[in-house]
T-cell receptor, first 114, second 117 residues
Framework: NAGVTQTPKFQVLKTGQSMTLQCAQD?????MYWYRQDPGMGLRLIYY???????DKGEVPNGYNVSRLNKREFSLRLESAAPSQTSVYFC?????????????FGEGSWLTVV | AQTVTQSQPEMSVQEAETVTLSCTYD???????LFWYKQPPSRQMILVIR??????QNATENRFSVNFQKAAKSFSLKISDSQLGDTAMYFC??????????????FGKGTKLSVKP
């Protein structure tokens, strides 16, 4: 009963370092998303992938890249981390036909850039 | 572009009482979904309730119910018999009824609910 799994759960980076957040879902969903959540804000979309092999920018894509490795996995990469990227990151997935339009979320990844 | 507005940054309620959280949204579309998500201190996003725009009947899930007013573009959440475990941030969210970015959730900024013993 895993659902959406994100790793790592916590990470501290120095400015300029790079890292990749991993996400995997076991619900056979086509669409996957990366969001960030900042204090006083709801979740904002960074990138999404409508299906395997496709990715597109969301509301706040600057400073990030993504890879849809296969249907299960969707990774988010920070090439040169900045303090403004300190946030909680959520991966999510959905499939319109099978999941009744519900988007399922991972447990979040807490990233601090110092 | 769609927007979601939650006008109450913080609310409190006594245990066992009823509380209503407000949400309004703006869209020119007719086919969409509305959601309420709960986010406890653990930060996990938990789906509370979902409403399809084409359904006139208000959705209910145990102690949680909504008042969906499509013409007014209003989607409030009522929590009955509030429990201490209901303490959390509550997010209202909107989603178009198709995939890709347009299937993305648009979130409000949230309402922090505190249930007092």
């Amino acid at each position: 009963n895993a659902g959406v799994t994100q790793t790592p759960k916590f990470q501290v980076l120095k400015t300029g370092q790079s890292m990749t957040l991993q996400c995997a879902q076991d619900m056979n969903h086509n669409s996957m998303y990366w969001y960030r959540q900042d204090p006083g804000m709801g979740l904002r979309l960074i990138y999404y992938s409508a299906s395997e092999g496709t990715t597109d920018k969301g509301e706040v894509p600057n400073g990030y890249n993504v890879s849809r490795l296969n249907k299960r996995e969707f990774s988010l990469r920070l090439e040169s981390a900045a303090p403004s990227q300190t946030s909680v990151y959520f991966c999510a997935s959905t499939d319109l036909g099978l999941s009744g339009n519900t988007i399922y979320f991972g447990e979040g990844s807490w990233l601090t850039v110092v | 572009a769609q927007t979601v507005t939650q006008s109450q940054p913080e609310m409190s309620v006594q245990e066992a009482e009823t509380v209503t959280l407000s949400c309004t949204y703006d869209t020119s579309e007719n086919n969409y979904y509305l959601f309420w998500y709960k986010q406890p201190p653990s930060r996990q996003m938990i789906l509370v309730i979902r409403q399809e725009a084409y359904k006139q009947q208000n959705a209910t899930e145990n102690r949680f119910s909504v008042n969906f007013q499509k013409a007014a573009k209003s989607f409030s959440l009522k929590i009955s018999d509030s429990q201490l475990g209901d303490t959390a941030m509550y997010f209202c969210a909107f989603r178009m009824n198709y995939g890709g970015s347009q299937g993305n959730l648009i979130f409000g900024k949230g309402t922090k609910l505190s249930v007092k013993p």
